[in-house]
């Protein structure tokens, strides 16, 4: 592999290749971001960037990487940053100003690449406020590289970078590698660890860190300064603070988004606005149209996709997630995400998981499709197939758990809400243990570096609310309709009955449910939240009469919750998990959500709320 | 000599040893290494380090991987 590349080539070439490489959560994709102009996801904890990302400018292709800790193959994110990096025409390595000393480590190993290269020296504004001080000269000394110091977010330093990276130097070589080698030779092979014994693997790394400990103390001060993030970080890694802060976040979201969106906003669009205005002028407009009448049943009948689907998606659901996404991201970009996940070290082992894995778990209450993806940030695929389980089985996604909290804020009883909760922890807690035994291997364990706690930035929040929103969407309106369709066909064709009675040996024997609840579960197959939107049509939210008693609407929260999760979730877990693991994991979820179902209607038969 | 694992909060320790060769270098790129000097901050189950303003969180049970000295 080539990668020698001089500084002159920079300048005469077109379309560089400019990669940004840096550890996790150093502000790689804000950097990325104010670049390019683009919007790349960023949150405060790592692994939020888990595939490379692309933009052609006028200067060059930019190139956002995973945050990696070094160029290995530890985990799947090194695989995809090191392909991308070594086929750089120029490598923007960002650091961290507060975590200068780890993150010299990777750019050590990017210089020792022999590719052109910048260091982007970010937060350095935190830095100062910690008491830290970096001798900008000295550095680019040692490095052999320009260095710029940014606050990213801020928009600081950036267009100074943008200037330079035609400037781009190749930066001085530890000597170290030859030496500390057994066959004593320098090739790209060791620089990348590529079948390095583990021997020699410890000897290049110790040599490596000793290289970045000469540089740290020839550029690195630090005073010790009280600092009030740093207090709060400290706070919350106290078990009573941390979980009582998590208890807060729980309420709150309860009364913004159960309460105040699904009651009030909800019944402003979907009422007032949707149900009162919007379908009887659509409903006019077709009628005078003469189309054949299956036409118009499909257009603007029960089920109706001019009808029922714009309710659904537009009057009901995108209040709720554009409220849950806002709350979320909040979360995210606070620094409380990897504090939980220490937190919840010692509970999630007992599931055959670490710490980490509460970062998919929160962030599947958003979406499970994207947690399922980010499942990959966990050490092994044991973890993977338990995390991706425990998602597609307990955890409700943004929209179907806006709509959870809105029926129960309906039925207004502490009692189901507890029910409901205890139900889906105690299914959960089942299910990691059971995999956690029956699963060959072991766990890794969890070792997390903790970012500071920082005011969220009110427009990232908002850039990523409305992203998360657009994406939703654009996912779900398409599947929507095609459910809609579905159910509108199976009426026409007088199926819906047949179905009806077919499941009910399910619904009213087992379930003690009404049976057209098999309604729902056909809506659920398609999306999970177009299930809850029927639910709660069926407990008199929207303009029908309530068709079932809190039993069974307890009943029913649980076993939607628990269904198989949405068409676009069970696409990335057979694209992440393979054929034969999600078939069972879909299957599965099946069987769990209507044998707990059950469980819970027998009991509640015989004890009801 | 003691296990990382039974350091108390508010302790200052000097890493002494891994007890494997995988444990030192994963550790190594977080930039805990042997000679390192880490304070422990906070103990919930997980033990939580802290070097110069960096902070690590290291599971119970890679922190009976790592021996440290208690200065």
């Given at each position: 592999m080539q990668v020698q590349k001089s500084n002159a080539d920079l300048q005469d070439k077109e379309n560089l290749k400019i990669v940004l490489a840096g550890n996790p959560n150093v502000g790689k994709s804000v950097v990325f971001n104010k670049i390019t102009g683009t919007y790349a996801e960023i949150s405060n904890y790592s692994g939020t960037t888990l595939d490379n990302i692309e933009v052609k400018t006028e200067i060059g292709k930019f190139i956002d990487t995973p945050g990696i800790f070094s160029l290995g193959d530890y985990n799947e994110e090194e695989i995809i940053a090191r392909q991308i990096i070594t086929q750089a025409d120029v490598i923007v390595n960002i650091v961290n100003a507060l975590s200068l000393d780890r993150d010299l480590f990777l750019t050590q190993q990017l210089i020792d690449l022999g590719l052109p290269m910048l260091l982007v020296l970010n937060q350095i504004d935190e830095a100062e406020k910690r008491g830290i001080n970096v001798n900008i000269e000295s550095l680019t000394k040692e490095l052999g590289i320009p260095v710029f110091p940014t606050i990213a977010i801020k928009n600081q330093g950036i267009q100074e970078l943008k200037e330079n990276l035609h400037n781009a130097q190749k930066g001085l070589k530890g000597s170290y590698i030859a030496e500390s080698l057994k066959d004593k030779e320098l090739s790209l092979k060791n620089i990348l660890e590529n079948e390095l014994s583990t021997e020699n693997r410890e000897s290049l790394y110790v040599e490596r860190r000793k290289r970045v400990n000469e540089i740290t103390s020839k550029t690195l001060t630090i005073e010790d300064k009280f600092n009030l993030s740093s207090f709060i970080g400290q706070a919350l890694l106290n078990p009573f603070v941390g979980f009582g802060a998590l208890v807060l976040v729980m309420y709150m979201l309860y009364q913004v988004v159960g309460v105040y969106i699904a009651g009030e906003v909800v019944d402003f669009l979907?009422?007032?606005?949707?149900?009162?205005?919007?379908i009887p002028w659509v409903t006019g407009l077709v009628n005078n149209v003469s189309l054949p009448s299956w036409l118009n049943t499909i257009l603007v009948g029960e089920f109706g996709l001019l009808t029922m689907t714009i309710q659904y998606v537009f009057g009901l659901l995108m209040p709720l997630i554009i409220g849950f996404y806002f709350f979320m991201s909040l979360l995210e970009d606070s620094g409380y995400l990897p504090r939980l996940a220490v937190l919840t070290d010692r509970f999630l082992s007992k599931l055959g998981l670490n710490g980490k894995a509460i970062i998919p778990i929160i962030l599947g209450f958003g979406c499970v499709t994207m947690a399922v993806i980010t499942t990959r940030l966990l050490g092994s695929s044991r973890e993977r197939t338990i995390a991706s389980t425990i998602l597609c089985l307990t955890i409700p996604c943004s929209a179907q758990i806006g709509l959870i909290l809105g029926i129960l804020a309906a039925l207004g009883s502490f009692k189901l809400w507890m029910l409901y909760l205890a139900t889906i922890v105690i299914t959960l807690i089942v299910t990691g243990t059971v995999l956690n035994k029956i699963l060959a291997g072991k766990s890794t364990p969890l070792i997390i570096d903790l970012p500071p706690m920082r005011v969220p930035i009110i427009k990232n929040v908002i850039d990523k609310t409305f992203c998360k929103t657009n994406h939703f969407l654009l996912e779900a309106t398409p599947l929507f309709f095609l459910g809609a369709l579905i159910i509108s066909v199976l009426e026409l064709t007088n199926s819906l009955k047949s179905i009806y009675n077919f499941f009910s040996p399910l619904t009213v024997t087992l379930l003690n449910l009404p049976k057209e609840t098999a309604n729902i579960f056909i809506m659920g197959l398609i999306r999970r939240d177009f299930s809850a939107a029927g639910l709660s049509d069926m407990i008199g939210m929207g303009d029908k009469a309530a068709i079932l008693t809190p039993d069974q609407t307890l009943v029913s929260l649980v076993v939607i919750t628990l269904f198989v999760p949405c068409i676009a979730t069970v696409i990335v877990l057979f694209k992440e998990r393979g054929y034969k693991e999600a078939s069972l994991i879909w299957l599965g979820s099946i069987t769990m959500a209507f044998a707990v179902g059950g469980i819970l209607a027998a009991i509640l038969s015989v004890l009801p709320v | 000599m003691v296990a990382l694992s039974e350091m108390k909060i508010g302790q200052e320790a000097e890493v002494q040893s891994f007890m494997d060769s995988d444990i030192k270098c994963y550790s190594a790129r977080f930039g805990i290494e042997e000679g390192q000097v880490v304070r422990c901050i906070a103990k919930p189950g997980a033990i939580v380090l802290q070097k110069n303003t960096q902070e690590i969180a290291i599971g119970k049970k890679l922190c009976k991987e790592i021996r440290v000295r208690v200065i």
């Open positions: 979907e009422n007032q606005i949707i149900v009162e205005k919007y | -």
